[in-house]
């Protein structure tokens, strides 16, 4: 929007130019707007309105905000809470009940049964985790390597992820955390590893369905908050519930890989002891 201001300023009206720093004023809540209120904000009228959006390129006032709209569900951090929203602890902590709920109803028990045993007894597991997902790739990193050994994270600093990806086959597991504003490199490499016959675990959003049909088992949660921001509450849970099962599947060797790793940090006072 900004750029499309820009590029027609020059070529505004005085009426347009008051609406043109409304809407720059505005950019980020833009799509929570009506054509009326606009007109009513800037002194202006609705007319007016339809007049300055086909200025910019829009065939209407709808189709901008629709613009804005369609951005803000693709992760773009648009807009934010208004000043009158109410208490924004209460209203993320609302939020993010409502994701969680639906991350629950929509995990299929049977299908997280199945990822949990692939992960289980993979000779090598990869996790893959780009921009956003990233965290969330290396927090399911950090708890599946409490019930097993060989599991790695993708891509690191520096480092292409052929070299981790170029060796596994069948008898391993790829993990892909593809939440939205993804790379491309998502669907190329899922794309790959699946070609080489290996099984994999996608956890993404619902936009990532196109990216990520080559998937043996998927998992999708809602990252949507409140505000301008995604909220990963959600994908959190659902990271600890897949670990949970997979460190159940691993039974004794599960268990002796956490005692192992406890044995480990004590001998290197790597945590401290309360």
């Known amino acids: 929007m900004r750029e499309r201001i820009e590029r027609t300023w020059t070529q505004l009206s005085p009426v347009e130019r008051r609406l043109a720093e409304l809407v720059l004023e505005h950019a980020e809540d833009l799509a929570g ?50 000043p009158d929203a109410g208490d924004a602890v209460d209203l993320h902590l609302a939020h993010d009940a409502r994701n969680l709920a639906a991350a629950a109803q929509a995990l299929d028990r ?8 692939l992960l289980a007894g993979a000779r090598r597991v ?5 921009r956003n997902s990233y965290p969330v790739a290396l927090h399911l990193r950090e708890q599946l390597l409490q019930a097993r050994a060989d599991v790695a994270l993708v891509p690191q600093p520096g480092q ?5 990806v170029a060796s596994l086959g069948e008898r391993d597991a790829f993990v892909l955390v593809a939440f939205r504003r993804r790379p491309p490199a998502v669907a190329a490499v899922l794309g790959h590893v ?34 301008a921001f995604d909220s990963y509450a959600a994908a959190t849970a659902v990271v600890a519930v897949l670990a949970e099962a997979v460190l159940a ?3 004794a060797r599960g268990r002796a890989r956490r005692g192992a790793v406890a044995r480990a940090h004590e001998a290197l006072s790597e945590l401290e002891v309360r």
Request: aromatic letters at 6%.
């Open 33 to 82: 707007y009506t054509g009326a209120e606009l007109a009513d904000a800037s002194g202006t009228s609705k007319a007016s309105v339809s007049r300055f959006f086909r200025r910019l390129g829009f065939d209407s006032f709808a189709q901008a905000r629709a613009d804005a709209r369609g951005l803000r569900a693709r992760g773009v951090p648009l807009g934010g809470l208004p």
């Open 194 to 227: 699946s070609g080489l016959g290996v099984p994999s675990v996608v956890l993404a959003d619902p936009t990532a369905r196109p990216a990520t049909a080559a998937a043996r088992h998927r998992f999708e949660v809602p990252v949507d908050g409140p505000g």
């Open 126 to 130: 990869v996790v893959a985790g780009w």
């Open 249 to 251: 599947r691993c039974g």
């Open 160 to 164: 292409t992820v052929a070299e981790e």
């Open 110 to 117: 049977d299908a997280l049964e199945a990822a949990a045993r």
